[in-house]
């Protein structure tokens, strides 16, 4: 640094600037003046420092033992020092002498810069903010720590957006659940990170009445109950939550959004809630047995004995006719209801699931399949037996092929798999209909929901009911314009003790 600096610099503002140092005394500060130039505890705020030489260490003789200036050349006059170290250029003093100041002073050479003893309590002082600052630092990186573990550790998707809803953090579960590091989705907008699937973002770009819009416009907590249809058409339910994030001005700077996956515990209270509708509707149908049932038996009877009287105008017997057709459907009606205020009257027992479905089958190509629609069959015949009714299950079966086949448009395919899936004996139906809106998907098992003008929405929920009250399981997958599969999962009959094992 033989060189003047330039006019207006500060050798703190010059890139590649580093300090030889040399120390005259070993005055009041010495220890922290070492602790800044061979420590690393102010290096973030100085330019990097060397202790090369010591002179004039006076009559403190323990402070020599200090372990940083162990080896040091050490001189007797600074004059000797500098001459012995041409390039040391921050030379510093700590003997206390003022006559010494003015003398370095006036000999110092062109690019050496100087620090007397007074001037180095602002160096004392930096190492003491630095040390403050290491403790702050430490602190809060335990802090941020602590705080990662636990952002990461819930379950749920956490994002931190910034007002535009670009993604500028993430928790572990966005990760996992994209499979990608969170630097391949940091910047990219919301809407794309939070997509269910690949070809169905989680919410309309355009859409301006999301938790996200709300908490940004309102500065409060905003959440939203949200449903979606996965890729293999089931239903998914979440909870939507975003936090404003305000900054020192007390503006919004950031936004954070959770978004939870309550489907198990949606459809459990779903369950519940049908479960409420069915009860109502057992106590509906037992009164209906007992107050309709017996006069519509009656206007039955007589009807059809009104039709046999030779004393009735053709006019007149076609509308005997009608009563009584209406009579009979009305008694259909009934019987349906009633079916579910008997929940003893069909007893499960041991049943050949295959054998059932076999016949299911044969009853429904007889006739029924309309042209271009194919009926097939797949079936594992070692299955176990399975715990169910028969005539129940067998209808439930012709049930869901009828279903299947009213949801195909032209030509189509229905098949039917009997196999083991999660140690139930499974019946899978599938077709490749027109499949489910996500309305209609929701509420499918509700009784007294149908979309057909035939039938009055008892179908499905009468099937769930006696699976699940035989100890199974039913459920239902179907995206518009994929098709739908509806699975039946029984329990197997347990084999006896005792019981040999069949021969291959």
Known sequence: M????????CLWE???????????????????????????????FLPPMTLTALSEPGPETEKMRDPRVAGLPVYPTWREMMAAHPDINLLIEL????????????????????????????????????????????????????????????????????RQGRVVDANRNVEARLGLPKEAFLGKPCYEVQAVRDDMPFCDPGQHTCPFHTALSTGRKAESLETRVSKDG?????????YPIYDASRS??????????????????????????????????????????????????????????????????????????????????????????????????EVDVCAVVREALGVMRQGFMPKGVALDSEDQCRVPRAVAHEDVLRRAVMHLVANAVESIEGEGRVVVRVGMDQGFVRI????????????VLEHVFSPFFGTKHKGYGLGLAMIRKAVEDWGGQVEIASREGHGTDVVLRLTPVPALVGDAPEKS
């Open 2 to 9: 033989g060189d003047r600096l330039p006019e207006g610099y």
């Open 14 to 44: 010059m890139e590649d600037v580093g300090f030889s140092v040399g120390l005259i005394g070993t005055g009041p500060g010495f220890r922290a003046i070492l602790d800044i130039v061979c420590g690393q505890t102010a290096a973030e």
């Open 95 to 162: 003997a206390g002498k003022r006559h010494t100041v003015k003398q370095i002073v006036s000999e110092l050479p062109d690019g050496v810069a100087f620090i007397d003893h007074t001037a180095s309590f602002f160096l004392c002082a930096l190492e003491k903010f630095a040390e403050v600052n290491a403790r702050c630092q430490a602190s809060l990186d335990s802090q941020r720590v602590l705080l990662q573990a636990i952002v990461n550790e819930v379950p749920e998707d956490i994002l931190l957006l910034d």
């Open 234 to 242: 089931r239903m998914l339910y979440f909870r939507e939550y975003a």
């Open 252 to 349: 919004i700077g950031h936004v954070m959004v959770m978004r939870r996956d309550i489907t198990s515990r949606t459809e459990y209270e779903k369950r519940l809630q049908q479960s409420e509708k069915l009860g109502v509707v057992e106590r509906l149908s037992a009164y209906l047995a007992h107050e309709i049932r017996n006069p519509l038996f009656a206007i039955g009877g007589f009807t059809n004995s009104l039709l046999k009287s030779p004393n009735l105008s053709e006019r007149e017997r076609e509308k005997v006719k009608i009563i009584l057709e209406e009579t009979a459907r009305l008694d259909v009606i009934l019987k349906d209801i009633i079916g579910f205020a008997r929940p003893g009257a069909d007893v499960p027992g």
């Open 428 to 439: 899978a139906v599938s077709d490749t209909g027109k499949g489910m809106p996500q309305e």
